[in-house]
Nanobody, 121 residues
Framework: QLQASGGGLVQTGGSLKLSCAAS????????MGWFRQAPGKEQEFVAV????????YYSDSVKGRFTISSDSTKIVVYLQMDNLRPEDTAVYYC????????????????WGEGTLVTVSS
C-alpha cells in the first residue's frame, strides 16, 4: 500500500512537500515516483527515483523546480515542489515502478491514492 500526503492550497511561487510511504510487503524493483492529473487532462509523469544509484528523472515541465528524494530505508519518497505555478494544480499520485526509461516507457506495480495540490494565481 502507498499512502500519499502533503497536498494543499498554495499561492503562485510557493512550495509544498509531498510524501509517499510504502507499507506492507510492497517491493518495487526500479524505484518510486510521482504522476499527476489535472482536471480534464491526461495523467502526466512527474518524477521518479531509482533504488540503484538513486538516479532521478523529471518531466521537462517540473525540471529545476521539483526535487524527488527518498529516505535511507526506501520506504518514504518525497517530492519537494518549489516555485509552484497554477498549471501545477493537479491530483498527485505516487507509484511503485518496476521499470523506467528516459525515453518515456515505464511499468507500474502499485499506485497510491492521490493528494490534491492547488496553486492559486
Amino acid at each position: 500500500q502507498l499512502q500519499a500526503s502533503g497536498g494543499g492550497l498554495v499561492q503562485t511561487g510557493g512550495s509544498l512537500k509531498l510524501s509517499c510511504a510504502a507499507s506492507g510487503q510492497m517491493y518495487s524493483r526500479f524505484g518510486m515516483g510521482w504522476f499527476r492529473q489535472a482536471p480534464g487532462k491526461e495523467q502526466e509523469f512527474v518524477a521518479v527515483i531509482s533504488w540503484r544509484g538513486s538516479n532521478t528523472y523529471y518531466s521537462d515541465s517540473v525540471k529545476g523546480r521539483f526535487t524527488i528524494s527518498s529516505d535511507s530505508t526506501k520506504i518514504v519518497v518525497y517530492l519537494q515542489m518549489d516555485n509552484l505555478r497554477p498549471e501545477d494544480t493537479a491530483v498527485y499520485y505516487c507509484a511503485a515502478f518496476n521499470d523506467y526509461s528516459p525515453r518515456g516507457s515505464y511499468g507500474i506495480d502499485y499506485w497510491g491514492e492521490g493528494t490534491l495540490v492547488t496553486v492559486s494565481s
